[in-house]
């Protein structure tokens, strides 16, 4: 089994709103990761966590705050975004954070700012 | 220059046909190579990875790696309609905790 679940695929949010994306794996790997896509671009990384702690901040926002309660699960909160930050959010895994084994994608998170 | 170049295309070929995609990259750091294929508004599907250099097949698919050109190709045999898709070439360097980094993707188009 190589999935990685996303929910919920579909978000609605008001600039005010505060909100979380989920992620799911059971793959036992170690290694969760946070991108986001715009429209007919490639995804661009976020965060990367390994072994539950934040390896990784490509100098994102602090209206999206990443957090892994266990080497399961993986959220991004969000609070006060903006227009532009309406994308495709897609959650990733791997078996380490060295990235010198696969990395599987779950379906996505499309999110709509309003 | 970017790190990673790719044709955005649209390639499009008629069914049947034999698909080469190809990425060039700049820095030789990159060690490992994968090829996602992702249909429209859906997460990336891993297709192929590798290691360093070389070739690997699976099924219809075979990814190639040149690390003395920085090239890697992506080619699918006997193509078919549903293989439409935007094919996205991403590598890392391994080493310490890294994401990925992807090509542009091609979009690719294959007329029944």
């Keep these: 089994d190589t999935e990685v679940t996303q929910t919920p ?3 609605v949010m008001g600039m005010t709103n505060k909100k979380s994306l989920k992620c ?11 991108y986001k896509q715009k429209a007919k671009k490639p995804p661009e990384l976020m965060f990367v966590y390994s072994y539950e702690k934040l390896s990784i901040n490509e ?12 080497s399961s699960l993986l959220n991004l909160h969000l609070h006060a975004l903006q227009p532009e930050d309406s994308a495709l959010y897609l959650c990733a895994s791997s078996q380490f954070a ?17 | 220059q970017k790190e990673v170049e790719q044709d955005p295309g649209p390639l499009s ?7 080469s995609l190809n990425c060039t990259y700049s820095n030789s750091a990159f060690q490992y190579f994968m090829w996602y294929r992702q249909y429209s508004r859906k997460g990336p599907e891993l297709l192929m990875y590798t290691y360093s250099s070389g070739n690997k097949e699976d099924g219809r698919f075979t990814a190639q790696v040149d690390k003395s050109s920085k090239y890697i ?6 193509s ?3 293989d439409s898709a935007t094919y996205l070439c991403a590598m890392s360097k391994g080493g310490g905790a890294d994401g990925l980094t992807f090509g542009k993707g091609t979009h690719l188009i294959i007329q029944p």
């Excluded at chain 1, 799911?24 to 946070?34: D, I, K, L, N, S």
């Excluded at chain 1, 100098?59 to 309660?69: A, D």
């Excluded at chain 1, 010198?100 to 998170?109: H, L, V």
Aim: charged share 20%.
């Design chain 1, 59 to 70: 100098s994102v926002p602090s209206r999206f705050s990443p957090e892994c309660p266990n």
């Design chain 2, 80 to 82: 078919q309609p549903s």
């Design chain 1, 98 to 114: 060295e990235m010198n084994t696969e990395a599987f994608f779950g379906q996505g998170t499309r999110l709509t700012v309003v």
């Design chain 1, 24 to 34: 799911e794996q059971h793959m036992g790997h170690r290694a969760m990761y946070w």
């Design chain 2, 73 to 78: 190709s992506l080619f699918i045999r006997d």
């Design chain 2, 13 to 19: 070929v008629p069914e049947g046909a034999i698909v």
């Design chain 1, 9 to 11: 695929k579909h978000l």
